[in-house]
Each structure stands twice: as C-alpha cells, then as structure tokens.
C-alpha cells in the first residue's frame, strides 16, 4: 500500500501531542499508526511518542504474516505498552497522568487489520463511500451506543470530550481489534479527532476524490480543518491500495 502522511499543531493549540509514524517488518508488511496524546498539562506528548515509537520497532522485529497472529501481537504489544506508560508515570512526578489514543493499522496482501482505543479513528474509503471502522471510545459515544441519547444529541453533549479507553489511564487496556478484506483501489485513512471536529465524513471523500495524489489530500484535508478552525491538533495518514494507479 502505497501510504503518506502529516501532523499539524493546528491553529488553537500551543504544541503537538499527535504522533504517526510507518513501520515494516522482517516479512514487508507496513504497520501504520497514529496516537493522540491526552492531558495538556500530563506530558500526553510523550506517551503518544512511546505508544507509536515502541509498539512500532517492536513490529520492525516481527515475522508475522497472518491475520489471526496480526490480532494475537496487537492485544500483546497494547496491553505491554500500556504498563510502560504507567511504570513511566508513576516514576516520574511531570509525567503523572499522561496517556494517549492509538489507531494501527496492519496492511496484509489482501486484508487490513485494525486496532483502536479512544477517538482516534481508522476509514475505508471504496468508490463513493466511506466506512468508519472504528468506534470512538467517548461518554457521548457510549450513551449513543446504548440508546441513552440519539446521534443528534451526541454530535454536541459534553461527553464526547472524555475517553472512556486509551494507553495509561488505568491497568487495563483492551483495544477493539478487527479486520475486513480490501480490494484495489481502496483508501485507508487513520485520524485524530481534530480532522471529525471540522470535516464530515462526506466532505472528507471530496476532498480526496478532487485531490491529485494522496500526498495532496493529506495536506487539503490538514489545511481545510484548520481553516475551519477545529480545536486541536491534526494528523492524517492516507494510503491507497495499489494496482489503482491515478492517486
């Protein structure tokens, strides 16, 4: 899969906390990953570089090559970065606090598989449509999920600021792991909540579709959002499947 990617500060916040990064193991398949840290004041920054950094080498080491093994070392290396977050915390006073979501992607031949804990979040885009594959870890989300409020009232309750799940908030830290097959041509998108907070769903596959080459769709999509003024910082990873030629 051919993959690009950027992260922006965007225009309200005084530093970035995102981080993104690609990585391929001993076997050639690509592990894209995007975390978002959170705390301003709890050095989230630095979790998210250790969620990306040490989840990421460690991939460079592996030779994996199945799905079922791809899932099997995605709940291992979340569950094992999340205790070297909390060790790191706990052992120094200015980090106490810090945690971090995290998307990845795992590219196979003919499959994706995705992990995700908090609101950072992974699309399909295929043709004209676009899927959402991930469900964001917020109160406002989990109430939507269980009928305690409807899609409208969630788009604006106080609750889809909290993360009910991510990377060094507690000692437990399952990620929702699935895979779907993909076919040429198809798009992959990971992003941070600041991209969601000024882009629908629909205007984001415009964006793509009049863009020449990904590369340019993950700078329109960067800078439309903070055009838009979104509230926080902005990362995208874009990549196309090859044997579609044209982005």
């Known amino acids: 899969m051919k993959l690009a990617f950027a992260t922006d500060r965007g225009t309200m916040r005084a530093e970035n906390q995102d981080y993104v990064d690609v990585f391929v193991n001993q076997e050639g398949l690509q592990l894209a990953i995007v975390a978002d840290g959170v705390g301003g004041q709890n050095a989230g920054d630095v979790a998210a570089t250790m969620a990306v950094s040490h989840i990421g080498n460690d991939w460079i080491n592996t030779h994996i090559v199945t799905v079922e ?33 995290l998307v990845v992607a795992v590219i196979l031949p003919d499959s994706l598989v995705i992990a995700n804990l908090g609101d950072s979040r992974a699309y399909l885009l295929r043709r004209d449509s676009i899927l959402q594959l991930t469900q964001d870890h917020n109160l406002a989300s989990e109430l939507l999920r269980r009928g305690a409020i409807t899609s409208e009232e969630a788009q604006h309750h106080p609750g889809r600021h ?20 993909i076919e040429e041509g198809d798009l992959l998108l990971l992003t941070t909540d600041g991209i969601g907070k000024a882009i629908s769903d629909q205007a984001i596959v415009k964006i793509i579709q009049e863009s020449d080459n990904i590369s340019t769709a993950v700078a329109k999509l960067i800078a439309i959002a903070n055009d838009h003024g979104t509230p926080d910082n902005l990362t995208v990873l874009l990549g196309i499947q090859e044997g579609n030629g044209n982005k």
Do not use: C, H
């Open 162 to 181: 909290m993360i009910t799940r991510q990377l060094g908030a507690s000692r437990e830290a399952k990620p929702d792991v699935v895979d779907m097959k």
């Open 69 to 101: 093994d791809v899932k099997t070392w995605l709940f291992e290396q979340t569950e094992q970065e999340n205790k070297t977050i909390l060790k790191t915390a706990n052992r120094y006073r200015t980090l106490r606090g810090m945690a971090t979501t």
